[in-house]
């Protein structure tokens, strides 16, 4: 059998990131450029490129694969990808084949998601206030995405949402977020805001909202239960037990979550990043185009990277500047 990836802190990895563009139907605050200059699509990796890829990571023991961007779902032919992915969830090679997305485009395709295995999606929503989710996404509709979620649910999906916790914009919507999520029987995790790329005019350190200031604020008027829970990713999930349900928690800077990355990440263009808080990174798209009869350059590459992966990220606004800030977009790396 295949020797399993496991690095040096005697971490199995198990959980793989693609994103599959870099180009995104909306343009978030803390995400993008308003002006944004994409990649030439021949930096991309194929379709064909990113099954093959995504095969040898599963052959080497990859149960979880996320399909993030940009946003997945504005890459033309997509489907045929997620459909390729899913005859590892019949093998059983893969436990689960799920996504990330902005929900824009899901009322098209919540129904062909489901029939290629995917069965659980989050939709990344930060305000359900018209007005300030334009702001914040500066090209977004809110109606779609609240459509989106709507097919979601009705083509089977279960749907989480994430929502970025900025300061002094959605703080007097915590109540609110979390009861229309109870409403809708969706979970809802909170993500502080991380420091990545040059994004001009936004300040890192005004948004930061300490989840753990969320999280007290919470326990004013629910009753917070800490669970064991975990879905393979950084969060962490307490269940409020008025409502039943659960509430994640990813904080790479209030409480760091290095010690069990089971996690690395690929670029759009075959950039593999060990860390999402480090440069450290492989190119994979070399030997996947240099050598397309054979696997075995591939599987050296990624090795040798996982060899590489570090202990933990070093984010920190403890000095009141977004210390550990790495120069590339959340859209590059994949959200």
Known sequence: MTAPLVDPF?????YLRVSVTDRCDFRCVYCM????????KTELLTLEELDRLCTNFVRLGVEKLRITGGEPLVRKGIMTFFEGMGRHLESGALKELTLTTNGSQLARFADQLYAAGVRRVNVSLDTLDEEKFARVTR?????QVL????AAREAGLRVKINAVALKGFNEEELFELTEWCAA??????????????DLGNEDRVGQYWALSDLRARLAERYTLTDTDERTGGPARYVRLEETGQRIGFITPLTHNFCESCNRVR???????FMCLGQEDRADLRAPLRNHPDTD????AAIREAIDRKPKGHDFDYSRQRADGQVSRHMSHTGG
């Not at 090209?139 to 109606?143: E, I, K, N």
């Not at 690929?266 to 593999?272: D, N, Y």
């Open 184 to 197: 809708h029987d969706m979970d809802l995790t909170w993500i502080e805001v991380m420091p990545m790329g």
């Open 296 to 299: 075995a350059p591939l599987e």
């Open 266 to 272: 690929v670029t759009c263009t075959g950039e593999l």
């Open 147 to 150: 459509d989106g979620i709507r």
């Open 139 to 143: 090209w977004g509709r809110l109606p």
């Open 10 to 14: 005697q971490r199995a990895i198990r």
């Open 33 to 40: 450029a308003e002006n944004m200059t994409f990649l030439p």
